[in-house]
C-alpha cells in the first residue's frame, strides 16, 4: 500500500524549481505532505482532500489529481532551508490511517 | 495549533528488557494515534493504529506480542517494546489525527531514538 515518490532525490541551486511526484496504486481520500529534517519527524506541509485539489502557502504548492491517484508538490524558487526528506502520506478511501510514500531527499545548495 | 507530546527523545536498553514510549496530545483528544518505525534513510513505515479503550490494529508483519500499544486515554497511547533485541533499534514515531478544527494533518510527536544493545 506504499506509494511511489519520484525522484528520488534531487539536487538543487538556491532559486531553482523542483516537483515531486507521488503515485498510490489505492483510491485516495486524501493525501498529505510532509518534510522531515534529519533525525527529526516529519512536519506536516499540506494537506489536499478527494475533489482535485490544489493549495499552495508561499513558494511550495501541491495539486492531486483525483482520477489517476497522484499527487504533485511544487517546489518554487527553492531555499536553502527547503533542503530535507519530502514524504507523501496517503488516506486510502474508507481506512483511517496513513501509509508514507518511498521519499523524495531533496537538496538545496548555495 | 496541534501538539504531540512524545517520551523518551532517547533510549538505551540492554537486549532482553522492556521499553516504554508515550504519546500524549497536548491541546486535543485524540481517539486514534498511529504508532510508525522508521530505519536510517528510509520511509516511515506504519506499524499499528492504536484506538482509545479498544485493542490496536497491528499492519501485516508486526509481531502484537511484541509491541503491545496501549490507549487508555483520549490523550496518551504508549508502546512498549518487550524483550527488546538489536534489531528493534530504530526510531520510533507516533502521531495523532488532529484536522479536527483546523487543517493540520496528521500531527506527530518528536520520535524515539531506542538503541538496544
Aim: net charge neutral; glycine share 8%.
Amino acid at each position: 500500500q506504499q506509494p511511489v515518490q519520484s525522484p528520488q532525490a534531487v539536487i538543487l541551486r538556491e532559486g531553482e524549481d523542483a516537483v515531486i511526484n507521488c503515485s498510490s496504486s489505492k483510491a485516495l481520500y486524501s493525501v498529505h505532505w510532509y518534510r522531515q529534517k534529519h533525525g527529526e519527524a516529519p512536519v506536516f506541509l499540506m494537506i489536499l482532500l478527494k475533489g482535485g485539489e490544489q493549495k499552495g502557502h508561499e513558494k511550495i504548492s501541491a495539486s492531486f489529481n483525483e482520477k489517476k491517484q497522484q499527487s504533485s508538490l511544487y517546489l518554487t524558487a527553492s531555499q536553502l532551508s527547503y533542503s530535507g526528506t519530502y514524504f507523501c502520506g496517503t488516506e486510502i478511501i474508507g481506512a483511517n490511517n496513513l501509509f508514507f510514500g518511498t521519499g523524495t531527499r531533496l537538496t538545496v545548495i548555495p | 495549533g496541534a501538539v504531540v507530546s512524545q517520551h523518551p527523545s532517547w533510549v538505551i536498553c540492554k537486549s532482553g528488557t522492556s521499553v516504554k514510549i508515550e504519546c500524549r496530545s497536548l491541546d486535543f483528544q485524540a481517539t486514534t494515534m498511529f504508532w510508525y518505525r522508521q530505519f536510517p534513510k528510509q520511509s516511515l513505515m506504519l506499524m499499528a493504529t492504536s484506538n482509545e479503550g479498544s485493542k490496536a490494529t497491528y499492519e501485516q508483519g508486526v509481531e502484537k506480542d511484541k509491541f503491545l500499544i496501549n490507549h487508555a486515554s483520549l490523550t496518551l497511547s504508549t508502546l512498549t517494546v518487550t524483550s527488546a533485541h538489536p534489531e528493534d533499534s530504530s526510531f520510533y514515531i507516533c502521531s495523532a489525527d488532529s484536522r479536527t478544527g483546523g487543517d493540520y494533518g496528521y500531527t506527530f510527536g518528536s520520535g524515539t531514538r531506542l538503541t538496544v544493545v
